[in-house]
C-alpha cells in the first residue's frame, strides 16, 4: 500500500522498496515479540480491564521503537531531514503504528477466544456424553433386575407365563442393546419397547395392571432419550401401581405443540410430599439429569398429583427429527 502510494505521488526508486520490505520485516518480528509477550505473561487469561493497559503501554513502546528503526533506515540512506523531526511528524509516526499494532492484537485475542470458546465447548459436550453414557448404562442393570424379579415370581406360580416372560424379556433386552448405543431414539421405538415391558408386567400383576396408550400420531417420529418413558413407567408401577391391592392404571400420552414435544405418564398412586407414597424412584433422578444434559433449561419436568389417586408425570422436550 505504501509503495503505491509513493508511485502516485512521485517514482518510487529501490530505497523506497528496501526500506517497505525492512518495515514488513520489522512488523513481523515485533508482533512475534508482542505475542511472546502475551504468552509468557498470561495476558490471554487476563479480563479486558486490566488487559487494555498493558496492552496499550507495550503497543506504545513497540510504536516508538518502529519510529526510531524508521530513522535509522533514512539515516543510513542519506534522506533523513529535519521535517522527521517535527511533533505532528513523530505523533503521526508513533500513532499510526500504534493503530495497526492494536489491530493485530484484537485479531490476536478475539481469535484465540473463540478457540478458548470452542475447546471450552468440546469438552463440556465430552464430559455431558460420558455422564449420559453412564446414566443410559444404570438403565439397563436397573431395568434387567426388575424384570427378572418379575419372572422369579411366575416361575412356580405359572411355568407356562414364566416361559412368555422369558421371550418377552429376550425380546426386550436385543432392542435394549440396541437403543443403548444410541443417544436418541424415535418416540416410536421407545414405545415399542414400553408396550413390550408392559406385557411383561402384566403376566406379572394380572388384573391388577391396566394400560392405555393416547399417542399423537405426529409425535411418533420426534426424538427423545432412550428409555426415558420406560423408566417412568417403570417408577410408576413400582412405586404406585404395587403398592395398591388393587392395582391400578398405566397411561401414556403425547401430544405436539409449536416447538414442543409433550409426553404424560399417569399412574394409580399419590405423591405425598415430594415423594411417592413408598419413597422416591430411581427413574426420576435419573430422568431429570439426562433432560437437564441434553436439552439443558430447554425441557421440563414434573410430577404432581393430578387427583386424590392419580399421579401425573410430564415432560416437555423441544421438537426434534
Do not use: C
Amino acid at each position: 500500500m505504501q509503495i503505491f502510494l509513493y508511485a502516485i505521488a512521485q517514482q518510487p526508486d529501490m530505497t523506497h522498496f528496501v526500506g517497505e520490505a525492512l518495515q514488513v520485516l520489522f512488523y513481523i518480528g515485533s508482533t512475534h515479540l508482542l505475542r511472546f509477550i502475551v504468552i509468557k505473561n498470561g495476558w490471554l487469561a487476563l479480563n479486558w480491564v486490566k488487559l487494555i493497559p498493558r496492552l496499550l503501554l507495550i503497543i506504545f513502546g513497540l510504536s516508538v521503537f518502529n519510529y526510531a528503526f524508521l530513522l535509522g533506515y533514512s539515516l543510513l540512506s542519506n534522506e533523513l531531514t529535519v521535517r522527521d523531526f517535527l511533533p505532528l511528524t513523530i505523533v503521526l509516526n508513533v500513532f499510526g503504528p500504534m493503530i495497526i499494532y492494536f489491530i493485530w492484537a484484537m485479531i490476536y485475542f478475539t481469535f484465540h477466544y473463540f478457540e478458548r470458546y470452542n475447546k471450552s465447548l468440546k469438552y463440556e459436550a465430552a464430559a455431558k456424553e460420558i455422564e449420559l453414557r453412564n446414566l443410559r448404562s444404570q438403565l439397563n442393570p436397573h431395568f434387567i433386575f426388575n424384570a427378572l424379579n418379575s419372572i422369579r415370581a411366575l416361575v412356580d406360580e405359572n411355568p407356562v407365563k414364566s416361559k412368555n416372560a422369558i421371550t418377552q424379556l429376550s425380546n426386550i433386552l436385543r432392542n435394549s442393546l440396541t437403543i443403548d448405543r444410541q443417544r436418541m431414539v424415535t418416540l416410536s421405538e421407545e414405545l415399542a419397547m414400553v408396550k413390550d415391558y408392559l406385557a411383561l408386567e402384566s403376566i406379572r400383576y394380572e388384573e391388577r395392571l391396566h394400560t392405555e396408550f393416547d399417542i399423537d400420531p405426529e409425535s411418533m417420529r420426534h426424538l427423545i432419550p432412550p428409555l426415558m418413558i420406560q423408566t417412568l413407567v417403570e417408577n410408576g408401577i413400582k412405586h404406585g401401581i404395587a403398592t395398591l391391592k388393587t392395582g391400578g392404571i398405566i397411561k401414556v400420552s403425547s401430544e405436539v405443540n409449536e416447538d414442543s414435544l409433550i409426553i404424560q405418564i399417569r399412574n394409580t398412586g399419590q405423591y405425598l410430599n415430594g415423594q411417592l407414597a413408598s419413597n422416591t424412584g430411581f427413574g426420576l433422578s435419573n430422568t431429570k439429569k439426562r433432560l437437564e444434559l441434553i436439552y439443558g433449561d430447554q425441557a421440563t419436568f414434573l410430577i404432581n398429583n393430578e387427583s386424590k389417586n392419580t399421579v401425573l408425570t410430564q415432560i416437555s422436550v423441544p421438537k426434534s427429527l
